[in-house]
């Protein structure tokens, strides 16, 4: 069935490194797949996405990998900052579904 | 801000109460959702609404009523809920539904059932 999991549910890094943030998914049928973030207080913030048919794409000090033969997601943060300091969530869907279906949640501590 | 906003952001409910959540998106969208948020469990979508018609429900007990008046508001009626209904309950919004669509969220209820 589909499913998506994240390796760690807890991430610290020193402020001004990079982050590398890990999903896998388990729907090999899964076409689509978006980042989220969620501050302490607030709903979750799209990132970046990126669809199947690509194995890379940048935003602004964000990098999202896709690796599908391994069914594998990740979120390269770089240049961390305090303001980065969340819970980041990958999330899969499939063309023509309504749902996304979100992984576990990783927490990101950015140390001073 | 996202542009979607709930109310309240905090309730404290015993199980015999009524009472409902309310969201409002400022984003002209036409799709509307639905989801729980539990401690240590991934997000679950509970409802789905696209122009004010359901097109999900995610196997949601009766005791969680949506209701979509419009394409602006959605609202949570809750009744007779049990402390495992302890959540944040969060809603979203996106242009149309569909997965691909990007959903802007609201910042919450966190729900306390005693």
């Known amino acids: 069935g589909e499913s998506v999991g994240l390796h760690l549910p807890t991430l610290s890094v020193q402020e001004g490194d990079n982050s590398i943030i890990n999903c896998a998914y388990s729907?090999?049928?899964?076409?689509?797949f978006i980042w989220y973030k969620q501050e302490s207080g607030k709903g979750p913030q799209f990132i970046i996405d990126?669809?199947?048919?690509?194995d890379k794409r940048q935003g602004q000090r964000v990098t999202v990998l896709l690796n599908k033969t391994v069914k594998h997601l990740s979120l390269q943060i770089a240049a961390t900052q305090p303001g980065d300091s969340a819970v980041y969530f990958c999330a899969e869907t499939v063309q023509g579904a309504q749902k996304l279906v979100f992984g576990q949640g990783t927490r990101l501590t950015i140390n001073p | 801000e996202t542009g979607v906003t709930q109310t309240p952001r905090h309730l404290v409910m015993g199980m015999t109460n009524k009472k409902s959540l309310k969201c409002e998106q400022h984003?002209?969208?036409?799709?509307m959702y639905w989801y729980k948020q539990s401690a240590k469990k991934p997000l679950e979508l509970m409802f789905v609404y696209n122009f004010k018609e359901q097109t999900e429900n995610n196997s949601v007990p009766s005791r969680f009523s949506p209701e979509c008046p419009n394409s602006s508001h959605l609202f949570l009626h809750l009744h007779t809920l049990q402390p495992e209904d302890s959540a944040l309950y969060l809603c979203?919004?996106?242009?149309?539904?569909?997965?691909?669509?990007?959903?802007?969220f609201g910042p919450g209820t966190r729900l306390l059932v005693l």
């Open positions: 979203a919004s996106s242009s149309l539904a569909g997965g691909r669509e990007t959903q802007y």
């Open positions: 729907n090999s049928a899964s076409d689509y």
């Open positions: 990126i669809r199947s048919n690509m």
């Open positions: 984003l002209g969208h036409n799709a």
